[in-house]
């Protein structure tokens, strides 16, 4: 079989995580990645002997010792697919200036609008709508922990009316640009945006939207209300949960009362830069109110959609089977 | 007219404002506090020339060059009504070592259980209820909050159910005892105890919560979702709660966009130690969808409950009109 070359475009949180699940596949090859200029990521990166293309213009490549592998162009040339991982609204840029007009196939992230792609994608919410695309947007963070487990209760319980409340971390860990230090920040829009975006995926779920930034780093919080059309049962939701895919349900009978400890026990368990990509929800922090469904959950902002960018890139060329898909992929990345 | 005695039984947080709120109502009398210890807190309440007295067994008063005014024995004979401000439990040994045995009217904190008191207490909500009463307990600052708006929104359109989200600081400004630092840390029982909290003064609205804190000092913030019986109006109910005493709008347009803002205001405003005690609402950050109301709403966990205090004060020695003691309150704290 011919495996699938993949390019990478943009190095940063997402991208060295695509880069890193991409080589794990054993249906996928990367071709490489884009460079702008040497720092410590394009370092580590040509210590693994990941080949870097960079853009025209100047740039520090060969003062600091490394060597390109030639431009941009030729790696989006050489590749079948092409992930694309830069900052919201390059991605838009790129779509016009390379993709198009090399005709490629491309993967945006969560940060472009809806309409850059064909579909927006959470590869077990809707798999199928990806086959043979040659646009999909993987949706971000936040909405890729609302679709997997909203999914679980629509399957369920059919959903009403759905208010999910987002804690987000106010910065990643590496980051040293953003705030808040000591103050909780509102979104101050309503709906926030997470809403529509989870429509983008879960087409009829008629969902509402608030969100707030705080002063951490390691994941985003959620509180959910969302009201059922049969009565919820927590014991037979927790059991479906804990059968679902990307979904880990954690407790604080063992002593996961937090999103420190939910970080902990990913670097506990060896995964790649202390990463976890489940959904997590605390078994102690589901309940029920009549036909009203209420439940807090985690999203580790940096890797939740890193497996759906893997399933994302097989759907569009043409793999047909979801559930085998997503199985590789937890396979190759360790993950539930 | 003779003034009310009020003696306050504990000097931390709220006690201290409590103290100062006594202080400038001339309709009451501060007593004096009591004191365990030699502290800084002690240092200003002295300098303040506020009478300190002290509980049997050894103390560092005198060495500090500070004299007692006498037991606490003496202070609680001495006044007409106490004020317990003491951490969580310690108010329910109080009531049966002094207050009962003493016949002496007593007002508790929120951390004290509802049957501590007669009646739990919010003042714009149930002031009547407390009229004449031995004892009552002042809602916690979250619980407060949360039925300052509800009971506008309750008035207008008819509460159906609500679901209210906490977002807490994860320790007060002075504190260098608690956490988070840099963690989302959720409640892990559902419902929180906010949502029976509630039910203890807007007895029959059907209200959930659920709880998180995070690494702030500042303020609350609440994000609430309410089902009502008529379909809210966002232009009205603004303009009600305007209207509506100890809340305060606050707008992102005039750069009021987080808590850190909120608290920097009240600096502005030459607020006694930067204090907030007034609800805030964003006024972008109220939405509708159907009859579903969404709003964010930041509760200043240090002072929202000293207005309640005093007129807590008044209502249970009998001064039987609600508006006219919220309106003293207001005007001596120059509060809205």
Same mark, same amino acid.
């Given at each position: 079989m011919e495996k699938i070359k993949v390019a990478v475009n943009g190095y940063g949180t997402i991208g060295k995580r695509v880069v890193d699940a991409v080589r794990l596949q054993k249906d996928m090859e990367l071709v490489g990645i884009t460079g702008h200029s040497y720092n410590f990521r394009m370092e580590v990166a040509h210590d693994c002997k990941i080949p870097i293309y960079i853009f025209d213009g100047e740039n520090d490549f060969e003062e600091n010792g490394i060597k390109p592998a030639g431009s941009a162009d030729d790696l989006f040339d050489e590749a079948d697919i092409i992930v694309d991982c830069t900052p919201k609204k390059i991605g838009k840029e790129n779509k016009e200036k390379y993709y198009i007009p090399k005709k490629k196939k491309a993967i945006f992230q969560g940060? =472009?609008? $809806?309409?850059? @792609?064909?579909i927006s994608f959470v590869a077990q919410c809707?798999?199928? =709508?990806? !086959?043979?695309?040659d646009y999909v947007r993987v949706v971000s963070c936040n909405t890729t922990g609302l679709c997997r487990a909203l999914k679980v209760v629509d399957d369920l319980y059919g959903l009403g009316l759905v208010h999910a409340t987002m804690i987000r971390?106010? @910065?990643?860990?590496?980051? !040293?640009?953003?705030? $808040? !230090?000591n103050a909780i920040v509102p979104v101050? =829009?309503? $709906?926030?945006?997470h809403g529509p975006d989870v429509q983008t995926v879960l087409h009829n779920v008629n969902i509402f939207t608030t969100a707030m930034s705080v002063s951490t780093t390691l994941m985003h919080c959620h509180s959910i209300h969302a009201e059922c059309k049969k009565t919820p049962n927590v014991k037979d939701l927790i059991e479906k949960l804990k059968h679902t895919t990307r979904i880990r349900m954690v407790r604080t009978s063992e002593r996961v009362r937090s999103t420190a400890e939910i970080m902990e026990l990913a670097r506990d368990l060896s995964r790649s830069r202390g990463d976890m990509p489940e959904l997590c929800l605390w078994e102690e922090a589901i309940g029920v109110s009549g036909k009203n469904l209420f439940y807090l959950q985690a999203v580790h902002q940096e890797s939740i959609v890193v497996p759906e960018n893997i399933d994302a890139i097989r759907a569009m060329m043409g793999f047909k089977d979801a559930e085998k898909s997503i199985e590789m992929t937890n396979k190759a990345l360790n993950v539930k």
């Open positions: 940060g =472009e609008k $809806p309409d850059i @792609a064909q809707n798999y199928k =709508e990806a !086959i043979g695309k971390r106010g @910065a990643d860990p590496g980051d !040293i640009f953003h705030g $808040p !230090i101050l =829009e309503l $709906p926030s945006h």
